[in-house]
């Protein structure tokens, strides 16, 4: 069978003539749909990354037989989140309606997803203050009949990048630094002793970071780590 591709081929950018003059097979075309559908879940990773300063990669607390229409519930959640106040509407947001690519979205971030073959769904926020995250924690936490389970946060912490969140990682970091070793060997209670014991100082940023710290060891986000040559901190589940 052959296929007149000339769209494809112009999103491939491949050369005129060869668009112009050439017919592909069954095969082929489906290796050209094939790339396409990579070249474009990489353009919208990088370009997410880049436009917003939190990521929440959420799975499913599914049984593997039970099914559900996965798509329609993850709407659910955010159209019950921004309704009900639970999610900052002021916050530009996207989530993508789709599961992702594991292996394209893990290439982008720089890390590994575990375990690798489970579905997993994005949700980005360009949060303007701590609040705005730990709104989306509590609503997280709140909400557990959603069947969302939230297995990553990710915390934009590129200075030269306006979008950065590095003043809320500069409150975070005395905390952890308080920790035997920075940025490793965090656990859910160890986040609270941090969150407990660190001296606020009546700073109203600080006491918003305790706040932040309880929401991320409500959620048992208790394992740091630096991707994307330092510009993320992620904190993920042990």
Known sequence: MRHNIKYIYKTLKTPHFVYKYGDVSEKEFQELGRRIGINAARAQYMDALQSYNTLYLFSWQLEKDRKINRDYYWNLFFENGFK??????????????????????????????????????????????IDSIESTLSYVEDNPSSELTLKMMGL??????????????????????????????????KLL??????????????????????????????????????????????
């Open 84 to 129: 009900n106040g639970g999610l900052d509407t002021t916050a530009p947001s996207l989530h993508l309606p789709e599961k992702i690519n594991n292996s394209i979205f893990q290439e982008c971030v720089g890390t590994k997803l575990s375990p690798s073959n489970e579905e997993y769904r994005l949700f980005l926020q360009r949060n303007p203050n």
């Open 156 to 189: 934009l912490i590129n200075p030269e990048i306006n979008i950065s969140l590095m003043e809320t990682i500069s409150y975070i970091q005395p905390f952890l630094e308080e920790s035997n070793n920075k940025y490793t060997n965090l656990d859910y209670t």
């Open 193 to 238: 002793e941090l969150a407990k014991n660190s001296s606020t100082e009546r700073d109203p940023n600080k006491l918003k970071v305790k706040e932040l710290l309880h929401g991320l060891a409500r959620n048992d986000l208790s394992v740091p780590k630096l991707v994307k040559n330092g510009d993320w901190l992620i904190l993920t589940k042990p």
